[in-house]
């Protein structure tokens, strides 16, 4: 069974670049068309999605994060990274990581990609603050 856990400081300056790492256990993160997200959640607000990193190491962006997000797949950890640049008090939120199914990546890109994926298995989440 899957298991995904995300890691990372709970507490960020602004200006600075968040850091953070999900470890994925149970599964590889190179399995043949699979890809693996980066979600948030606000206080108070829905779940935005952030980007997402492919089996093949293809990465994918939410327009509004672009500028400031890179995600990036470290094969010897089996884990996936998120990197937030410039961060600010509006990117408080809890942090998700999760899995996009095969069938999902293969027939549903586009929703994947417009933040309307249907994952099979989350993190289960970690709270990050960022003081100004």
């Known amino acids: 069974q899957v298991q995904l856990q995300e890691s990372g400081p709970g507490l960020v300056k602004a200006s600075q670049t968040l850091s953070l790492a999900c470890a994925v256990r149970?599964?590889?993160?190179?399995?043949?068309?699979?890809?693996w997200s980066w979600i948030r959640q606000p206080p108070g607000k829905g779940l935005e999605w952030m980007g997402v990193?492919?089996?093949?190491?293809?990465?994918y962006y939410n327009p509004s994060l672009k500028s400031r997000t890179s995600i990036f797949g470290d094969t010897s950890k089996n884990q996936f990274s998120l990197q937030l640049r410039s961060v600010t008090p509006e990117d408080t939120a809890v942090y998700y990581c999760?899995?996009?199914?095969?069938?999902?990546?293969?027939?549903?890109?586009?929703?994947?990609?417009?933040?309307?994926?249907?994952?099979?298995?989350w993190g289960q989440g970690t709270q990050v603050t960022v003081s100004s």
């Open positions: 999760a899995r996009v199914p095969r069938a999902e990546w293969a027939y549903r890109r586009s929703a994947v990609l417009a933040g309307q994926a249907n994952y099979d298995a």
């Open positions: 149970g599964y590889s993160i190179t399995t043949d068309g699979v890809a």
């Open positions: 990193i492919a089996y093949n190491g293809s990465t």
